[in-house]
């Protein structure tokens, strides 16, 4: 029989729908998307983030990091998608509420013939017709799988347990960020320091050059001299250029740590405090007793064994039997039906019988990711413990070699001096003072990079230790307010106050 038009409708629509997906082609952003996208990202970026009008200190430094830094920000967001999937599986554990409508229509009467059940002849009454040829059926249903729930039940806290890894992960990563800002910032000290002096020796090295060529001219000199002596001149002016550039890069990575434009120069003030080295004055064995409850990544192992428990237990619950129960109401608009409106309920137990099979499978899979996860976080204490001892001697080291460069850099700036005041008589040549000049700029310059390395130190031993900034919400702190708390955090640091260990939640699971 032909089909008729209200037939090839739905036809025709998919067919439509069809053609529609089988014509998708690449679309590659234009110039002008991807300049529009950049900008809005910068303005994004740079939004509600305090201008910089005044010279930064370490405190205002690394609290701008830590309320404006773009990588921080992520690893917040992180943490909040970490939250938002607790909250989404802990619904996992609900009976499930369904509605549901549907249409039906035939183009034709579902028509029907009947057989006599005792004869089995065809019966005499005519065919019958058992149903409309449209009509609508509307259902409310509740249905609880208990194996299901049980199932939720682990989900829901292992992703517990992910929330609380998101939060050491989120530590560590502010570790990291305050061990940049402070390296950064002292490079930019540095620089800073070092930007007049630089500029006045590169000129007067170019002068004495300018000079020893004229006089080579001239002949004043003989000529293996004077070239000995332009030698020196140029050694040392490439040295002086080098820590030009070395320098040059400071500002840029401390303007990016702290979400600052790059323009202008951002100036920085040195702190009046020198950096203590009283946690050295701490006994080791009281350093191993906090790390052991405060490191980020042995904590994170504790959280990980525990998910791994938990695992088994959902893989060992799948091979029990599958018990549900539903309830339903139901409507149903055909006009054949004599009760159009009903409930249905129904309890069913099913149970894949290849499980028996797969349970020593499981068991056996079950015990070796527990086994794995526990020496995971066995190899974590030890690694850590190690890291102690180390973080503790690096940071002994470091400051004995900021120590030692600072008096290097006092003695090589008096002989500079003096040989400034003789080269000011004529006593001294121009290639002796540029020389010594050169020697007191690079001991200032190691000076800065041994007190950057012994921060860096100081904060890798912080981290190790789990000590970190207890300042609050960083979002709702003003910028001053986070400003002080972050400088009383260090002031603690530098004193070597150490919190009182507390102990990772589900040591035993």
């Not at 080791?284 to 237990?313: G, H, K, S």
């Not at 976080?377 to 180390?390: C, P, Y």
């Amino acid at each position: 029989m032909p089909l008729n038009k209200r037939a090839l409708l739905p036809i025709l629509v998919a067919g439509l729908l069809v053609s529609g997906c089988v014509g998708i082609r690449p679309s590659p952003l234009t110039a002008d998307e991807i300049a529009a996208t950049n900008r809005s990202d910068r303005e994004t970026a740079r939004a509600a983030v305090e201008p910089i009008d005044h010279p930064l200190t370490l405190e205002e430094a690394i609290a701008r990091a830590l309320k404006y830094n773009l990588e921080r920000r992520t690893r917040l967001i992180e943490e909040a998608i970490a939250l938002n999937q607790l909250d989404v599986s802990q619904y996992d554990m609900l009976p499930k509420l369904a509605a549901a409508a549907g249409y039906t229509h035939r183009n034709e009467d579902l028509v029907a013939r009947a057989r006599d059940s005792v004869t089995g002849e065809p019966s005499l009454a005519n065919p019958f017709i058992s149903s409309d040829r449209s009509h609508s059926l509307y259902s409310l249903g509740l249905t609880w799988n208990l194996l299901d729930f049980g199932v939720s039940y682990y989900t829901a806290k292992q992703n517990a347990d992910r929330v609380l890894i998101a939060m050491e992960r989120r530590r560590k990563a502010m570790h990291v960020l305050i061990q940049d800002v402070r390296t950064a910032f002292w490079r930019a000290a540095s620089a800073q320091k070092l930007k007049g002096e630089l500029r006045e020796a590169i000129a007067l090295a170019e002068q004495a050059l300018a000079d020893a060529r004229a006089a080579e001219q001239e002949r004043l000199r003989s000529p293996i001299d004077s070239l000995r002596y332009q030698r020196q001149l140029l050694e040392n002016l490439r040295l002086l250029e080098a820590i030009d550039q070395e320098l040059s890069t400071a500002r840029v990575e401390l303007a990016h740590l702290v979400n600052a434009p790059f323009e202008p120069e951002l100036l920085v003030v040195e702190p009046a405090d020198a950096l203590g080295k009283r946690m050295l004055d701490i006994p080791v064995e009281r350093m191993e007793e906090v790390a052991m409850a405060q490191n980020a990544d042995l904590r994170e192992q504790f959280y990980n064994a525990r998910i791994a428990r938990d695992e088994t237990r959902r893989a060992l619950l799948r091979l029990f039997p599958s018990l549900s129960f539903s309830y339903e109401l139901k409507r149903d608009t055909d006009s054949f039906l004599v009760h159009n409106r009903w409930t249905q309920a129904g309890a069913q137990l099913s149970w894949n019988l290849f499980n028996v099979f797969a349970a020593p499978s499981q068991m056996r899979l079950g015990d070796a990711g527990v086994a794995l996860a526990d020496q995971r976080r066995m190899a974590t204490q030890m690694a850590v413990l190690a890291q102690v001892h180390l973080a503790r001697l690096q940071f002994a080291n470091a400051w004995q070699q900021y120590d030692r460069a600072d008096a290097i850099w006092v003695v090589d700036e008096k002989i500079n001096q003096q040989v400034a005041n003789r080269e000011r008589v004529q006593a001294q040549s121009k290639l002796d003072r540029v020389a010594n000049n050169t020697t007191a700029i690079l001991s200032l310059l190691r000076r800065y990079q041994s007190l950057a390395q012994a921060h860096a130190a100081a904060n890798r031993l912080q981290a190790t230790l789990g000590m970190e900034l207890e300042v609050g919400s960083v979002q709702d702190l003003s910028l001053a307010q986070l400003t002080a708390a972050v400088g009383t955090a260090l002031k603690d640091w530098q004193d070597g106050r150490m919190p009182e260990p507390r102990r990772p939640e589900g040591k035993g699971s």
